[in-house]
């Protein structure tokens, strides 16, 4: 008990540490007196706005140009200037104070960044020299933020209706169109629907998409005779769940994950919820493969943290905390984050727990309209050592200042819709051997140049240069095909290693 008291103090004073955002030094509006629209602005809305504000995209409207982008001054200095929570633009939530900061694929604006946004809206949004106006981007190829997929797979389209109720079942099955094995590096998955973003949506969760998840597996589908279970035994394996919003995925490059040849698109649990006018979508699967001949050497796992059955938040009241733990068993890099909280998710942080250091690995708003998985770049991914305790703080916001909420007057329990709730890390990180380990640290040491006095957020014994392993020492074999098919075997994916720990149900 008193350890609890000790690990929740630390938090709140995290949590306070965190929300303090007047940093002195911080660029304002008037560091910036001359900014123009062709030198300044366009620039950033090139690398971290047109992938959704453009035509055929997401977001309402396009910002491709100065008579596009012109109208909208003012509302992107708001936008771009609400710190790392729900109604920031871009998507994107990362608490910029406090624990990691190299996430791969971060679209966010940096300080001076929002600053040249404020000052262009402030001074009449001019536009300058259009001598100085980058050339545009072909957003042609550019349509996947992973580049060119090497295969998209698209499955069939659903229509949910105006006024349908929320559905949970299962997917027509359908071919991947892969005839060889191939180890994927990324994927990325969009759902394509007929809503056009030019007209307003209703304002809840997910206004404008109807898929809000999709439990999903690749395996050859047989006949279901006995030879053919045997045969079809290995093919199998689980991806990350989609959810709206949700960005592309990117596995540890020695953790590729197999796509077997001939297999299909398997679901037993996707979740529809209408968007309140009859929409007709499909999903698209883009796919990026390692080159021929590529084999894993590490196995991915995931961290068992949180579950969705005995939540309990009260009414009319923000800032509500959530807490689980879960002790790693291996050595693990962690590899991403990626905080499931439903409407009223407000937060989350991921902490790690090793002898007497309490670290913030990573702080995230949420916004159950844009699901983000974080993932670390690799030479800043967390090197943690078995043993270490994992834990996760959820912030609930259950006022009315959350407009993801039906009515804040009403207790929330836990449940499958999104206006109810979830409180789970689904991110994931792959298993290292005490060698494996250690030789991480190492190269890490040497790219990173870490002297025996540095502290590496992350890595508690990245600094220590000779680490003995005691010569009886018992060593867990490597990761192999077969036990990579035992641990996909079944519908599930990677979440599956999560239900062990925490029997939540199997309906997101
Ligand atoms: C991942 C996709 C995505 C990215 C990246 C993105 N936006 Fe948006 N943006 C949207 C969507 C969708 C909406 C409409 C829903 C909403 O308001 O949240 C929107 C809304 C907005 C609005 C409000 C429009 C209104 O009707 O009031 C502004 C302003 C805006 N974005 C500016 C930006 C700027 C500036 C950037 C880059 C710094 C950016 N966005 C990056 C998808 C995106």
Redesign the pocket.
Known sequence: MAQRLLISGAVLFIGLASTGTALAGQPTASDHPAVTFTKDIAP??QR??Q???RPDS????S?LTYQQARP?AR??K???SLGPRA?V???WYVEKNIGIQRYKND?S?SEDDIAK?AAWADSGAPEGNPADMPAPLDWKSAAWSLGEPDLITVLPDITVGATAPDWWGEIETTPVGITEDRYVAALEIKEINDVD?AVRSRDTVG??FIYHHMIWSTRVVGDDTEEDEEQVRGTSTGWPVHEVGRNADIFDEKAGRKLSANSSVVSNSLHLHSNGRDTTGHLEIAWKFHPEGYEPEYRRVGRGLGNALDIDIRPMQANQELHAYSVLQQNQKISTFEPHLHAPGQRMCLEAIWGMNIETLTCVGYDH??VRTYEYEDDYAPLLPKGTIMHIVGYMDNSPSNRNIPDPRNWQGSGNRSVANMFIDLGLGVQLSDEQFIEEMAQRRVKLQIGPNDHVIGCPLCAVEDIELPEEYERRPEATEEDDAEADDGDEPDTDEADEVTTRPSNR
């Open positions: 950033i809305l971290s706005c992938t959704c504000h997401v977001a309402p409207m910002l909208w509302a992107m708001m936008r771009t109604g633009m871009p998507p679209p604006l946004i973003p206004g404008r309209n844009w």
